[in-house]
């Protein structure tokens, strides 16, 4: 059974950068999209990124695009989520999520397994 466990997550200011990664155990992850999503206080959890299994295709949230960059490393059994540029409306706690099948399509709607997820806060 696959376990993920993200790390990476801190207080970091305005424009500041943090590299997020998503371990697995128990089971490769090698043949699941993975995604990341984050839940800011009082609002919904929303998909921020997703990418295939051979990371063929990636896909991201409008308010992320060209700040963040999903990557992977199956033979490490970890998906990463670099961020640059950040925001204060960014902090959340961010969750790497395995997707029910290879490919993004409805990748919200197709979660399978949850981290614990990580804290990320942008302050100055």
């Known amino acids: 059974q696959l376990h993920l466990v993200e790390s990476g997550g801190g207080l970091v200011q305005p424009g500041g950068s943090l590299r997020l990664s998503c371990a697995a155990s128990?089971?490769?992850?090698?043949?699941?999209?993975i995604a990341w999503f984050r839940q800011a206080p009082g609002r919904d959890r929303e998909g921020v990124s997703c990418?295939?299994?051979?990371?063929?295709?990636?896909i991201y949230h409008d308010s992320v695009k060209g700040r963040f960059t999903i990557s992977r490393e199956n033979a490490k059994n970890t998906v990463y989520l670099q961020m640059n540029s950040l925001q204060p409306e960014d902090t959340a706690v961010y969750y790497c999520?395995?997707?029910?099948?290879?490919?993004?399509?409805?990748?919200?709607?197709?979660?399978?397994?949850w981290g614990q997820g990580t804290q990320v806060t942008v302050s100055s």
């Open positions: 999520a395995q997707v029910g099948d290879w490919h993004c399509s409805d990748y919200t709607a197709n979660v399978h397994r």
């Open positions: 128990g089971s490769t992850l090698a043949i699941y999209a």
């Open positions: 990418i295939t299994n051979t990371a063929s295709y990636t």
